[in-house]
């Protein structure tokens, strides 16, 4: 049943079964025109069949009824006409879609546009990740798929753990989740299964640092040199791993493509040569291909060979282990990025538009946002000692670490 607010030019719609009603404002806001609205709204919204009914949003439904009043009557009885006839009315008998043959569809037309061997195991991933909560939750066809079932997938992917060595699921982990049932919706409205492409597009995740993302907390100076201390009498390769990671600001994951091959004169060429706008084989995004300056401590790994080694994944685990997080615990991978940004900025050893390239982000405001708070120019008076205190550590790093 609607309802109309004259005040602000309001409808308002309560669908049957649903928490959350539908509403939208018109442009026009004369009572007159406004009682007109309803009655077309009421009209248009029984002519449309249930299941659409329950999917077609707000800006939908005021386009149609914006439309309606335009036309006259003739136009009208058109429109309605078309409506009913279109696949979207009363008369809609099309055969039900199963949502595990959506999911084979949708992961069917990812890997036929190309993927490696590695995205098509995490594709897999996602596609059981989707599949386990439409049977949780009891959805068998596309026609269970509302309005409120992104917001549903959300609330139980925060407590559905695939890794038990995880205390919480990450903002990263959840919008990668919902952009694949995202994705879902739009395959399904491709092939005709469900009339709404749009259907849960307005839907976030909000990433609350500290909650649901990790804080951006470089490492001090005093911290950094600590580590490598402890790590140049432990493990050659961690310790060669880790210092590469500080020099560099590469992803932990990216370590395992830098081979030996990987130095072509004075630039370490990651993910294979720039590739414009194209995502390279290896990377996340196209900015992911990228060469960083090979500096002579950087030289003097490759040369040492021991970062060849050891792969990513055990990097992560022996940051977890005894002795190494009894003396520095809280120590991420990702912290040593972080480190590397604070160090070149702080320092003014690179500008921002060179930290963002070497980091690999496709967008200078990433960059910007995350780091920005530590470039020099924002620091007040009395700071000349932190930034002079960074340049010596990366001159150290970079130049005089193996001397």
């Known amino acids: 049943m609607a309802s109309i607010s004259v005040t602000i030019g309001q409808i308002r719609e309560r669908r049957a079964g649903r928490g959350r009603p539908m509403y939208y404002c018109l442009d026009i806001k004369e009572p007159q025109y406004l009682k007109l609205a309803l009655r077309a709204h009421e009209l248009i919204m029984g002519t449309l069949a249930p299941k659409v009914r329950e999917t077609i949003t707000a800006k939908e439904m005021k386009s149609a009824v914006q439309a309606y009043l335009a036309f006259d009557n003739a136009g009208k009885k058109a429109l309605l006409e078309k409506i009913a006839l279109s696949g979207y009315g009363k008369n809609d ?3 039900e879609v199963s949502l595990e043959q959506l999911a084979e569809t949708w992961f069917e037309q990812k890997r036929v546009q190309g993927v490696t061997d590695k995205q098509l195991e995490a594709m897999l991933h996602e596609k059981k990740i989707i599949l386990d909560f439409f049977f949780t939750l009891g959805l068998r066809t596309i026609v269970d798929l509302k309005l409120d079932t992104a917001y549903t997938f959300l609330a139980w992917r925060s407590t559905a753990n695939y890794n038990n060595r995880q205390t919480r699921i990450s903002a990263s982990t959840m919008k990668h989740n919902l952009q694949t049932l995202k994705q879902m919706a739009k395959v399904a409205a491709r092939n005709g299964w469900l009339p709404n492409a749009t259907l849960w597009d307005d839907v976030e995740v909000k990433i609350i640092a500290g909650v649901n993302t990790k804080i951006v907390e470089p490492l001090s100076v005093d911290l950094q040199r600590r580590i490598l201390a402890f790590l140049k009498n432990a493990r050659s390769e961690l310790h060669d791993s880790i210092l590469f990671l500080l020099l560099t600001g590469i992803r932990v994951g990216e370590l395992d493509n830098i081979k030996p091959e990987s130095i072509r004169g004075n630039g370490i060429v990651l993910h ?115 930034i002079k205190e960074r340049r010596e550590l990366v001159e150290w790093l970079e130049n005089l670490y193996f001397l």
């Open 93 to 95: 008998e099309k055969p």
């Open 272 to 386: 294979g040569e720039a590739v414009g706008r194209n995502k390279p084989i290896s990377g996340k995004t196209a900015a992911a291909a990228r060469t960083l300056p090979v500096c002579p401590t950087i030289a003097e790994i490759f040369r040492r060979g021991h970062v060849f080694k050891i792969s990513a994944a055990n990097i992560s685990l022996a940051l977890k282990r005894n002795p190494f997080v009894k003396a520095f615990p809280g120590i991420h991978p990702h912290r040593f990025r972080h480190t590397f940004a604070v160090n070149k900025l702080l320092s003014q050893a690179a500008t921002l538009q060179m930290v963002s390239y070497q980091l690999g982000h496709s967008d200078i405001g990433t960059t910007a946002n995350l780091y920005g708070k530590f470039v020099p120019e924002h620091f007040k008076v009395g700071f000349e000692e932190a």
